[in-house]
């Protein structure tokens, strides 16, 4: 879907696709290696573009469950979420939670049902399960022409009209449609009868008894607009980018942690670290910081306050990114995503201001669920590894415990997770190893205080900001310490 947008937004000329073949062009927004090899998203991409009178910032990110944090991180950064369903299995388990993770964020949601062109759920029952499953209305927008095979277009059902497309060679291309109203006597010639009367009696039915779009209730993450379409045959992506820029709500203030907000035409330049990511051009082996300007407007070349550490630092080389691609910002304004070169400086959850920087919610990190430990495998590569293991853990691509022996323990929410981690300290620092799985099954973060309560068969950790962390051998053990130990609080996100 974000290289059908790019594709109607002007910003490409040609589409590539998300699986793997050496033959096509490689997604865009997947410019890492293993992300190109396998086909797969693994990284949140930071893309820039503009289109008619709009500038967008748009964050693609992976939508495999192994990689979820990322995305509970970027969301920090949105402004407005699109929900991308699979027309065949609706509503997953993945979606629930980063679902839940919007609301509490208070980012609206818009929802795009995806391959309409394969077979799919019945509409009506998509539309359901978004509201039972969700608990949030669904009011469509876009109602499908059949589907699988007999998927031939969608009607818009704001101006009454159909469109139906051609589709294009690999879908490399905008698809050609044609514009006409519902009961144009064309569109029955050219659909199976049973498969005409179907989408009649549905997009009737659907203009009449299903909710309509209100902007308001949308802001208020009470309603999700819905659109039913086909990234891969092009089909309604560009009625969906059309309407999409016309419902979503521009950059607005953002809460904090006091419960004030902060406006976006504030005078002070003020922004924060939502993604650090180490090398994105292997030749220069450099590590950038993706910032999210909150208010005021950003200038080449400006010093800033990190609160953090309390010094000013210089930004001096600012990009905007397309891809691997990057190009020098001059000057960025509030909703904007920009680049920072990372000498080590930068940490997750950073926050820049011209001024006295005010309280941004802290980006979550959540309790991992497996542990596992990488043990190098070519001791003249130590260094490369050590520094490897450094900076991919600054990244956030599995978070890195300390024992009391100095080891370090990793904590992913999927195994995949371990596998990319494994990849890359390979491919990118040339650091052989080993994965070695630990029989720890979940964690727990504890307070300094309740650390001697904890039983010598698990075991306690530190995080990267030194808090103890307890590894408990199974869900059991947790559930027992809990019973036996009513008073100690052990939390599933880091202590703020």
Avoid at 53 to 64: A, K, Q, S, V
Avoid at 191 to 200: A, K, S
Avoid at 385 to 409: H, P, W
Avoid at 469 to 485: G, M
Wanted: hydrophobic residues 40%; charged residues 25%.
């Amino acid at each position: 879907l974000t290289e059908k947008l790019l594709l109607y937004g002007g910003a490409i000329q040609l589409a590539g696709h998300v699986r793997a073949r050496k033959d096509r062009k490689q997604t865009k927004s997947d410019w890492m290696k293993l992300e190109q090899d396998r086909g797969i998203s693994i990284s949140t991409a930071a893309l820039q573009f503009s289109y008619k009178d709009f500038h967008l910032n748009l964050l693609d990110t992976p939508g495999h469950e192994d990689f979820s944090e990322d995305t509970y991180r970027t969301l920090v950064a949105a402004d407005c979420a699109v929900m991308l369903l699979d027309a065949a299995s609706g509503v997953e388990p993945q979606t629930i939670k980063l679902f839940h993770v919007c609301q509490q964020q208070r980012i609206p949601i818009v929802t795009f049902i995806n391959k309409m062109d394969r077979p799919a759920l019945d509409p009506f029952e998509l539309l359901d399960q978004i509201e039972k499953i969700l608990g949030i209305t669904a009011a469509p927008m876009l109602w499908p022409m059949g589907s699988g095979r007999d998927f031939a277009g969608v009607y818009d059902l704001n101006s009454d009209m159909v469109h139906r497309f051609e589709k294009v060679t690999g879908g490399k291309f905008q698809a050609p449609s044609q514009s006409t109203g519902l009961y144009d006597p064309e569109i029955k010639e050219l659909m199976d009868t049973d498969v005409y009367q179907h989408f009649i009696e549905g997009a009737e039915l659907a203009k009449e008894a299903l909710p309509a779009f209100d902007r308001q209730r949308f802001q208020a993450g009470e309603i999700t607009p819905v659109f039913f379409g086909s990234a891969i045959t092009n089909f309604g992506i560009q009625l969906f980018l059309d309407q999409f820029l016309g419902i979503c709500p521009e950059p607005g203030p953002i809460q904090l942690s006091d419960g004030s907000t902060l406006a976006p035409e504030s005078n002070q330049f003020t922004g924060f670290i939502f993604k650090l990511q180490a090398n994105m051009n292997k030749q220069h082996r450099d590590r950038v910081a993706f910032l999210r300007i909150a208010s005021g407007k950003f200038e080449r070349g400006m010093s800033v306050n990190n609160a953090r550490v309390g010094k000013s630092v210089k930004l001096s080389s600012p990009v905007s990114f397309f891809g691997q691609d990057r190009n020098t910002v001059d000057e960025a304004y509030p909703g904007d995503i920009i680049g920072l070169i990372n000498p080590g400086v930068f940490r997750l959850g950073d926050i820049l201001a011209s001024g006295a920087a005010p309280q941004f919610q802290t980006i979550p990190r959540f309790a991992p669920e497996l542990f596992a430990r990488l043990i190098p495998t070519d001791t003249g590569k130590l260094k490369a590894f050590r520094k490897g293991l450094s900076q991919l853990a600054e990244e956030g691509v599995v978070q890195v415990f300390q024992t009391e022996d100095g080891s370090a323990i990793l904590g992913a929410v999927g195994q995949l997770q371990f596998d990319v981690f494994k990849f890359r300290l390979e491919d990118e620092y040339g650091a052989p190893c080993r994965l070695e799985t630990l029989g720890f099954e979940c964690s727990r973060w504890i307070q300094e205080d309740d650390i001697a309560k904890v039983s010598s068969y698990d075991k306690i950790v530190r995080d990267e900001n030194g808090l103890p962390v307890v590894l408990f051998k199974s869900e059991f053990r947790l559930q027992s310490f809990q019973t036996n130990n009513p008073d100690i609080w052990l939390g599933e996100q880091a202590p703020q």
